[in-house]
């Protein structure tokens, strides 16, 4: 236990320096929401250790032994006619450990071509897909879980391509008498191999999450609590077209921020908090926040939901159905339909895993 938290603090050192944010690197379609119970729950959902393969995709250490033949699809309906999914397949084998294979997938669709003066030359389109393999172990006599994912990454922009490749690394503790698991997630540690122009390689959306999930003796709501992007702090933009104003226009002096106000603003952004009501056992409402989306897509004038997001899950048979919709701006929201099923379940009676707590798909 105590050299595995010396190799992760000794990662977390060599790594801090690669800070990013969104919009500075390629593949940014890793950062998607994969699952409509990620999205309902604001964007994130690396702690909560349940039979759910959606959320081992994001956290390759929440792969148990009770998703062994497990299948998870889901579809997105993004902006722009823009669309993307996935499916995911996890198997376990005795002495080896838990393993999953899938497959995310982008559409942009269908752009028109144009010449520099606007005649139009037919259409093109863009896709990006990334093959996944995951591996997860449970340590012997531990409540400590250990996985990764090795992702291969490619992308086609009208004759343009470019192929890569990443590593996401996780580490979980889970309490199941105590319904309390923390964790922590690495997250595209890898290089772009073909760059779309000879010689112009990018980077990738390199990221450090570590999360909370509990659930309450005798409460029926499981809280969720991520802190994203530990390698960079200050997560603020400054919009060239409206910065912000450090002088009165009117006196001419300067314009005092109130310090805590703005160490409140740059915590908070780092924060996507998620809340799952357990109605049933087969029924889950869910709701989160997500700061960092609202403060940077919100209308002064009409802040709206933006920011907010909520869905629900239930079972029919032997199927976990799951809707989850994000309002990213008064313009609209998106909308996430997932499914998940274990194959082996309709003809036989699998035994349930000991470390599993409430089934939430």
Known sequence: MKKLIILLFSILLSVSSFGQTGGNNTYEFLNLPISARVTALGGNLISTKDNDLNVALINPSLLTDSMDSNVALSFINYFGGIKYG????????????????????????????????????????ATEMSLNLAYAHRLLDSNLTVGATLKTIYSQMDTYFSWGSALDIGATYFRPKSNFAVAYVIKNVGRQWRSY????????????????????LHV???????????????????????????????????????????????????????????????????????YQRRKELK????????????????????????????????????????????IDGFYSKKASSPSVITTAQ
């Open 197 to 216: 122009v000879p010689g112009n390689r990018e980077k990738l959306p390199f990221e450090m999450q570590i999360g909370i999930s509990k659930k309450p």
């Open 86 to 125: 996935y499916v995911a397949y996890a198997k376990h084998f005795n002495k080896l450990g838990n393993f999953s294979a899938g497959i995310n997938y982008l559409d942009y669709g269908r752009t028109p071509r144009t010449d520099e003066i606007g005649i139009a030359d037919g259409s093109f389109g």
């Open 299 to 342: 209308i002064p004038e009409k802040r709206g939901m933006t920011g907010f997001s909520f869905g629900f899950g239930f079972r029919v048979y032997k199927f976990h159905f799951s809707y989850g919709r994000a309002v990213y701006h008064l313009a609209g929201a998106t909308n996430n339909f997932s499914i998940s099923f274990d």
């Open 220 to 290: 029926p709501i499981r809280l969720s609590f991520i802190y994203e992007n530990l390698e960079k702090w200050d997560l603020t933009y400054e919009d060239p077209a409206n910065p912000t104003q450090t002088v009165d226009p009117l006196t001419g002096e300067a314009i005092k921020q109130n310090k805590y106000k703005v160490f409140g603003d740059k915590l908070m952004r780092h924060i996507v908090i998620g809340g799952e009501f357990i109605i049933t056992k087969n029924l889950f409402i869910r709701v989160g926040y997500n």
